[in-house]
T-cell receptor, first 115, second 112 residues
Framework: AQSVAQPEDQVNVAEGNPLTVKCTYS??????LFWYVQYPNRGLQFLLK????DNLVKGSYGFEAEFNKSQTSFHLKKPSALVSDSALYFC?????????????WGLGTSLAVNP | DGGITQSPKYLFRKEGQNVTLSCEQN?????MYWYRQDPGQGLRLIYY???????QKGDIAEGYSVSREKKESFPLTVTSAQKNPTAFYLC???????????FGNGTRLTVT
């Protein structure tokens, strides 16, 4: 079955330290992978995506993610966290098998960056 | 600037009343989606439409209805049959399969 797992409900990191938000997925075909961020009472904003090609993807606000096919993971990273990065982060996958354009969503990880 | 507009931002209704949430986009996207967000449950798909005059049920369509008469508009009606309608509702749109979703800023519906 198609699924996305974000194993941590919350991640806490000190400002200036590197951060990682984890995501693993399960699909039958090749995945299209996405990361989104949500600030309180707002819609989601797109951060980055992996479609094909280089496994290291760079996105908005200094974020990057690494696609690892063998581990079926797509972890979000940032070398130096900012307090303003505190938000809710969602991983999503689209299975390219079939004609279904629906996204499968993780439950989200709340990131708290402490000053 | 292109984007998605959801209105109103906050909506209050009495139990037993139907209510319609508006979603308009000027991105020329074919596909539009409605999601419901509850704390700790992530995003759950209510309905989606890949083209005008066509839409499909998502994972939690019961108690909801939609229409797609124009490319730009995808209104969602929360009917009195929806047992727990209080939630944050998000509308989104996208172009091709590789494109990310663009989201509106949501409507918070409270039913008492």
């Amino acid at each position: 079955a198609q699924s996305v797992a974000q194993p941590e409900d919350q991640v806490n990191v000190a400002e200036g330290n590197p951060l990682t938000v984890k995501c693993t997925y399960s699909v039958s075909g090749n995945p299209y992978l996405f990361w989104y961020v949500q600030y309180p009472n707002r819609g989601l904003q797109f951060l980055l995506k992996y479609i094909t090609g280089d496994n290291l993807v760079k996105g908005s606000y200094g974020f990057e993610a690494e696609f690892n096919k063998s581990q079926t993971s797509f972890h979000l990273k940032k070398p130096s966290a900012l307090v303003s990065d505190s938000a809710l982060y969602f991983c999503a996958v689209r299975d390219t098998a079939g004609n279904n354009r629906k996204l499968i969503w993780g439950l989200g990880t709340s990131l708290a960056v402490n000053p | 600037d292109g984007g998605i507009t959801q209105s109103p931002k906050y909506l209050f209704r009495k139990e037993g009343q139907n209510v319609t949430l508006s979603c308009e986009q000027n991105l020329n996207h074919d596909a539009m989606y409605w999601y419901r967000q509850d704390p700790g449950q992530g995003l759950r798909l209510i309905y989606y439409s890949q083209i005008v005059n066509d839409f499909q049920k998502g994972d939690i369509a019961e108690g909801y209805s939609v229409s797609r008469e124009k490319k730009e508009s995808f209104p969602l009606t929360v009917t009195s049959a929806q047992k727990n309608p209080t939630a944050f509702y998000l509308c989104a749109s996208t172009g091709t399969g590789e494109s990310p979703l663009h989201f509106g800023n949501g409507t918070r519906l409270t039913v008492t």
